[in-house]
C-alpha cells in the first residue's frame, strides 16, 4: 500500500504542512513500526511528496494508524483527506516504479528522484523498518528505473526545477548578465538553480549558509563567494536574484523583512522559493516590484520539450507495467512454494508410513525390491506435488490462487507457511 500526498493532489501549501523534517525520519518510521497493522514502512519525503509505502497484513488498519500518525503529529484535519491518496496492491506497486522511474515526479525524467529513494530506503533498513517484502519491491523499482532510463528517451533533454528558475528570472529581467545572485541554503536543488543562473550571464553569486563552512565550499564549486549568516542583509539588499533553498522548517524572510530590503530600490528583486517547507512569507507577493515564485509557480514553466517527453514517458509505462506483472508473479510463487515443499513433506510422510506398513505384511523384500518400492512412492509424491504447482502457478487470479493454496493446506493438515503476499488482501 502506498499512502501519501504530493505536487498533483496538493498545493505546496498543504504539501509543507505534512513534510516529514530529515531530523524526524528515522523516528517516524519507528514510530509506525510500532503502530498496528504496519509490519514494513518506508518513508519517502521531496519537495514533491510525503509517501509512506507499506507492506502490511490488513490494509485498513495500517492506513488508520497513519492517518492517526498525522492527525497527532501534523493536524491532520478530516476536510485535509482529500488531498491524501491510499493505493493498493497492483495500483501501490505501479506507483513505486512510476515514482522511481521520475515519472511521476514534477519534472519527467528528473534524475534526483532515484537518489531520493535510495535514500529513503537506505534509512529504512537502518531503522529497522524494511524485510524482505519492501526491500524486495525497492530493489525491484529501481531496476526497472534502470530499464527506463536505458529503453526510452525519457532521461533525455531533461528539464528541471532550476531550469524553470532560470526561465522566471529570464522572463522578469529580460537578461541575466551583469545579475547578483545571492543563494540561501547549500542544498543540491540551489546549487543547480545558482549554476544555471550563471550559466546564463549572472556576473557572481553569494552563498549563504547558517553553517559557514557549508557556505565556504559550495562557494568554491560555484566560483562564487561565502557569506557569514550574520552578515546577510547587506547583500539581499544588493541581489537581483535570491535563490531560496534551506531546510529550515519556519520562514527565514518575512513580508516586514523584504519590505525594508526593498526600500529605496529601482530595479526589480526576483526571490525564487524552491523549499519545502517554504522559506518565503507567502505575503512578500503583495510588495511591489517584488516577483516571489515557489514550488508551484515553477510547475507552471516546466513544459519544454513536453511532447518529445510524454511519449518517453508513455513507452516508459508499458514497461513498468510489465515490470509489475513479472514482480506480482515472483511474489505469488514465493506464496505457492512454501505450500508445496510443505506437502511434499506430509506426502513422503505418508508414504513412508505406508511403505513400512506393507514391508512388515508382505516382507521382507531383497535390496532391489525395495529400492523400486522406494523409487515408486517418490514418483507418486513428485507427479502430485508437480501437477499442483502448476496449477496454483498458472492460475489468473490471486483469490483463486488463495483459495485454493489454503485449501491444500487444510486438506494435508499442513503448518500454514507465512504468507508472501499478506499485505494484498483489501
Request: proline content about 3%.
Amino acid at each position: 500500500m502506498v499512502v501519501g500526498v504530493n505536487f498533483r493532489t496538493a498545493p505546496v501549501a498543504v504539501r509543507e504542512r505534512f513534510w516529514i523534517a530529515e531530523d524526524r525520519r528515522a523516528e517516524t518510521l519507528k514510530s509506525l513500526l510500532r503502530a498496528e497493522g504496519i509490519d514494513e514502512v518506508i518513508l519517502v519525503a521531496t519537495c514533491n511528496r510525503t509517501e509512506f509505502l507499506v507492506w502490511a497484513n490488513d490494509l485498513t488498519l495500517a492506513a488508520n494508524s497513519i492517518m492517526r500518525f498525522l492527525s497527532s503529529e501534523y493536524g491532520l484535519k478530516l476536510s485535509e483527506w482529500e488531498h491524501f491518496y491510499r493505493l493498493l496492491d497492483d495500483g501501490a506497486l505501479l506507483h513505486i516504479f512510476r515514482v522511481a522511474s521520475s515519472l511521476d515526479s514534477m519534472v519527467l525524467g528528473e534524475p534526483q528522484i532515484v537518489s531520493q529513494m535510495k535514500q529513503a530506503w537506505k534509512l529504512a533498513q537502518e531503522a529497522g523498518a524494511t524485510g524482505r517484502f519492501l526491500d524486495a519491491v525497492m530493489q525491484k523499482a529501481l531496476t526497472a528505473s534502470k530499464r527506463v532510463r536505458s529503453e526510452t528517451a525519457i532521461g533525455k533533454s531533461p528539464v528541471s526545477v532550476p531550469y524553470a528558475a532560470v526561465e522566471l528570472t529570464r522572463k522578469v529581467c529580460g537578461t541575466l548578465e551583469g545579475k547578483q545572485v545571492v543563494l540561501l541554503g547549500a542544498g543540491k536543488m540551489g546549487e543547480l538553480s545558482a549554476r544555471g543562473l550563471l550559466n546564463n550571464g549572472a556576473s557572481s553569486v553569494r552563498v549563504i549558509s547558517r553553517t559557514f563552512e557549508h557556505a565556504a565550499d559550495l562557494a568554491a564549486k560555484l566560483g562564487g563567494t561565502a557569506i557569514p549568516f550574520e552578515e546577510r542583509w547587506e547583500h539581499l539588499k544588493r541581489a537581483d536574484v535570491i535563490i531560496s533553498s534551506t531546510s529550515s522548517p519556519d520562514p527565514i524572510l518575512s513580508r516586514k523583512e523584504v519590505e525594508l530590503m526593498v526600500q529605496d530600490r529601482k530595479q526589480p528583486l526576483v526571490i525564487v522559493d524552491i523549499a519545502l517547507p517554504r522559506d518565503i512569507d507567502p505575503e512578500v507577493r503583495t510588495i511591489k516590484g517584488v516577483f516571489l515564485y515557489d514550488l508551484d509557480d515553477l510547475e507552471d514553466v516546466i513544459d519544454h520539450n513536453a511532447a518529445e517527453r510524454e511519449a518517453a514517458a508513455d513507452e516508459a509505462e508499458k514497461i513498468l507495467r510489465v515490470e509489475v506483472q513479472d514482480f506480482r508473479r515472483t511474489l505469488a510463487l514465493q506464496r505457492v512454494v512454501p505450500t508445496i515443499a510443505a506437502l511434499r513433506r506430509r506426502l513422503d510422510e505418508i508414504c513412508r508410513q505406508e511403505l513400512d506398513s506393507f514391508r512388515q505384511e508382505n516382507g521382507p523384500f531383497t535390496q532391489d525390491q525395495d529400492e523400486m518400492l522406494s523409487a515408486v512412492m517418490s514418483r507418486i509424491t513428485q507427479r502430485i506435488t508437480g501437477a499442483l504447482a502448476r496449477e496454483l502457478k498458472e492460475l489468473p487470479e490471486q483469490v483463486e490462487q488463495q483459495q485454493m493454496t489454503t485449501a491444500v493446506q487444510r486438506l494435508f493438515h499442513l503448518q500454514t507457511p507465512e504468507s508472501a503476499l499478506a499485505g494484498t488482501s483489501s
